[in-house]
C-alpha cells in the first residue's frame, strides 16, 4: 500500500510532508557537492592534521550557524528564504545586502557545478570538457524545471549512493595510508583550506526547505538539521584522511581524477559516478532554493526566474570564468562569510521580535553566546579573504 502523508501548502504547492530521514537527506544532498571533490587537495595543502582540524573546527562553526538558522525560521510565521527574513528583522538594507551576496555565490556555485562536471566527464569519457559541462547543464536544468517534489526522491536515492561510495572508497584506501603523510606541514598556506572547507559545507537554503516539509515537528527539524550537518562532516574528514593518506603530494585538484588515474579504470568509473552524483544534487538543490527565493521573496514570475537561475551560470561559464579551486575559495570565504555575519544579526533580533516561541527547539537561554564565536571567525575569514583578494 501506499503510504498516507499529511499534505501541506508550500509556496503555492500542495505536497506531503516529509519523513525525518528525507529531510537529512535534503540537507546532505544540498551539502555535498563539488566541494567533497577539492578538500583532500585544500587539506593536503596545509597537512593532513592542520586540514582534519579545519573539517571539525569549521563543521562546529557550521553546525551553530545552520542551528541559528533553524530557530529563526520556526519563531517566523511567514513561509521566507534568508533575504525575506533579514528584511523582516534587520530591514531592506539588510535584505539588499544578503540578496546581492547569495546570488553572487548561488550562482558562482552553480558555475562551479557546471565546471567540475565538465572536467569529471572528460577524465572519465574524454573528450571536450566544455561540451561536457553543458551536456550536464542541460540534465541538471531539467531537473530544476521539475520542481521540489521530484527533486526530494532523487536527493534522497543520490544521497545514498554517494555516502556508500565515499564510504566504500575511503574503506579501500586506508590500507594503503602511509604515515609519512602525516607529519607534512605547510603554514604558508594556513589560510587557503578556509574558504574551500566552508564551501563544502554550506547549505543554508535547505534549512528553509527542509522546515516547510516538517510543519509543526519542531524537535524532528531540529535533529533532521543536526543530523543534516554532521554526516556531510564525517564523510569529509573520512574521505580526506583516506585521500591524501593515499596519495599525498600527488593529490589533484580533483581527488577523483588522481584516485583514478591511480587505481585503475575501474575504480575510475566509480569514483567518477560518485563526483557525477555528488555535483548533480548540489547543482539541483541549490537551483530549486534559489529559484523559490527569486519567486517568494522577490515576487518574480516563475518562468522568469527558473531562467535566470538556469541561463545565468551558463553564461559565465561560455565567457570563460572556468577555474575550480579558485571559484570555490572566493566564494566560501567572501560571499558565504558576507552570509553569515547577516545571519547572526537576523538571529539576534528574531529571538526577541520572532512571531512564535520556539517549543522543542529553542537553544538554552545562553544560546545567544554561541554568536560571538561564529560571528569573531567570518568576520575574520570576510576580511582575510578581502586582503588576499588584493595581494599579488
Known amino acids: 500500500m501506499l503510504e498516507e502523508r499529511p499534505v501541506i501548502l508550500h509556496k503555492g504547492i500542495f505536497k506531503p510532508t516529509a519523513t525525518t530521514a528525507e529531510a537529512v537527506f535534503m540537507i546532505t544532498g544540498m551539502t555535498i557537492g563539488a566541494g567533497i571533490l577539492v578538500i583532500p587537495y585544500a587539506v593536503e595543502q596545509v597537512g593532513l592534521l592542520i586540514g582534519l582540524g579545519f573539517i571539525f573546527g569549521l ?227 541549490l537551483g530549486t532554493a534559489l529559484r523559490e527565493i527569486f519567486v517568494w521573496d522577490w515576487k518574480m514570475n516563475d518562468h522568469g526566474a527558473t531562467f535566470l537561475v538556469i541561463a545565468l551560470p551558463l553564461s559565465l561559464f561560455l565567457l570563460g570564468i572556468r577555474d575550480f579551486t579558485a571559484s570555490i575559495n572566493f566564494i566560501g570565504g567572501l560571499f558565504i562569510s558576507i552570509e553569515s555575519i547577516i545571519i547572526c544579526g537576523i538571529y539576534a533580533r528574531a529571538r526577541q521580535l520572532g512571531d512564535i516561541a520556539p517549543v522543542h527547539y529553542r537553544y538554552s537561554r545562553h544560546a545567544w553566546l554561541a554568536i560571538v564565536p561564529v560571528l569573531l571567525f567570518f568576520s575574520t575569514l570576510f576580511i582575510t579573504s578581502t586582503v588576499r583578494l588584493f595581494l599579488p
Open 59 to 285: 563543521g562546529l562553526i557550521v553546525l551553530l550557524l545552520n542551528l541559528m538558522i533553524g530557530e529563526i525560521i520556526v519563531r517566523t510565521k511567514a513561509p521566507l528564504q534568508l533575504p525575506g527574513l533579514a528584511e523582516k528583522y534587520l530591514g531592506k538594507w539588510a535584505r539588499n545586502l544578503l540578496s546581492a551576496t547569495m546570488l553572487f555565490s548561488s550562482f558562482g556555485s552553480l558555475l562551479v557545478y557546471i565546471i567540475g562536471e565538465g572536467k569529471t566527464l572528460q577524465a572519465l569519457f574524454g573528450g571536450n570538457g566544455i561540451i561536457w559541462s553543458i551536456i550536464f547543464w542541460s540534465i541538471g536544468s531539467f531537473c530544476i524545471v521539475a520542481g521540489l517534489q521530484r527533486l526530494r526522491v532523487i536527493e534522497k536515492v543520490f544521497g545514498i549512493i554517494i555516502m556508500a561510495i565515499i564510504i566504500f572508497i575511503s574503506v579501500l584506501l586506508l590500507p594503503h595510508f602511509s604515515a609519512t603523510n602525516i607529519f607534512s606541514v605547510n603554514l604558508s598556506r594556513l589560510f587557503f583550506p578556509l574558504g574551500i572547507i566552508l564551501f563544502a559545507l554550506h547549505a543554508t537554503p535547505a534549512i528553509a526547505e527542509a522546515h516547510a516539509l516538517l510543519p509543526n515537528a519542531n524537535r524532528r527539524f531540529r535533529r533532521a538539521v543536526i543530523i543534516g550537518t554532521l554526516i556531510p562532516i564525517a564523510l569529509y574528514a573520512l574521505f580526506a584522511l583516506a585521500v591524501v593518506g593515499f596519495t599525498g603530494h600527488n593529490t589533484t585538484e580533483i581527488a577523483t581524477i588522481g584516485l583514478g588515474k591511480s587505481l585503475g579504470p575501474a575504480i575510475m568509473t566509480l569514483i567518477s559516478i560518485f563526483a557525477i552524483l555528488a555535483m548533480s544534487t548540489g547543482f539541483m538543490g
